[in-house]
């Protein structure tokens, strides 16, 4: 596609229950993010891609979290167990490869009731 | 740690009134410092990529310029459709370093 697409844009969950967000890069690009941001902050940074691996999970704030990218397109961000403190607006970006300008997408609203 | 500030929070402009967003940081060592503009409801877009000290780069009312220490993203007689809120990221130099570090951003507003 002609941008980074994210789905859902809209999640709403019960507390507890396992979340997956979805991200589908721009088309070529190898190299993909996740951030997440909170209302009125700047995004934070969870993962970064480099094809299929995870060359930085540094950001993941614990082992609720997970993400993978099996065949270095799409990726998946995965959460267990959700609090209400995860509630944040979810970010993927993707760039052509390292050192280069990331794109983001419209991001997904995560809401833990 | 890396660390991005951004100032002011928040600026309330008249159509035509140009001025300037600042962005202070720390980092290790800078491979680039990027700009972004940022709608209600939407992702961040990219505007600029800066590399070195005393590069300045412009794209229609906007100017962004580099020292060591800080950016400072210029906006010449802006006008209404720039209203939005305006991102500062750095990103380190150090090996195997991707991340984007993000100030809060600067929330634009420009009254008609």
């Known amino acids: 596609g002609a941008g980074v697409s994210q789905t859902p844009s809209n999640k709403v969950t019960e507390k507890g229950k396992y979340v997956e967000l979805r991200c589908d890069p721009i088309?070529?690009?190898?190299?993909l993010y996740w951030y997440r941001q909170s209302l009125g902050q700047g995004p934070e940074f969870l993962i970064y891609?480099?094809?299929?691996?995870?060359?930085?999970d540094s950001g993941l704030p614990n082992d609720r979290f997970f993400a993978v990218r099996p065949e270095g397109s799409v990726s998946t961000l995965k959460i267990q167990r959700t609090e209400r403190g995860d509630s944040a607006v979810y970010l993927c970006?993707?760039?052509?490869?390292?050192?280069?300008?990331?794109?983001f997408g419209q991001g997904t609203r995560l809401t833990v009731v | 740690e890396d660390q991005v500030t951004q100032s002011p929070e928040a600026l309330r402009l008249q159509e035509g009134e140009s001025s300037s967003l600042n962005c202070s940081y720390t980092?290790?060592?800078?491979?680039?410092l990027f700009w972004y503009r940022q709608d209600p409801g939407k992702g961040p877009e990219f505007l600029f990529t800066?590399?070195?000290a005393g590069e300045e780069k412009e794209k229609e009312r906007l100017k962004a310029t580099l020292t060591k220490k800080e950016s400072f993203l210029h906006i010449t007689a802006p006008k209404p459709e720039d209203s939005a809120t305006y991102l500062c990221?750095?990103?380190?130099?150090?090996?195997?370093?991707?991340?984007?570090?993000f100030g809060q951003g600067t929330r634009l507003t420009i009254n008609p």
């Open positions: 980092v290790s060592g800078l491979r680039g």
């Open positions: 990221a750095v990103q380190a130099s150090s090996v195997g370093a991707q991340k984007l570090v």
């Open positions: 800066l590399y070195s």
């Open positions: 088309s070529g690009h190898t190299a």
């Open positions: 891609f480099q094809g299929t691996g995870a060359a930085d």
């Open positions: 970006a993707s760039s052509e490869g390292p050192n280069t300008e990331a794109f």
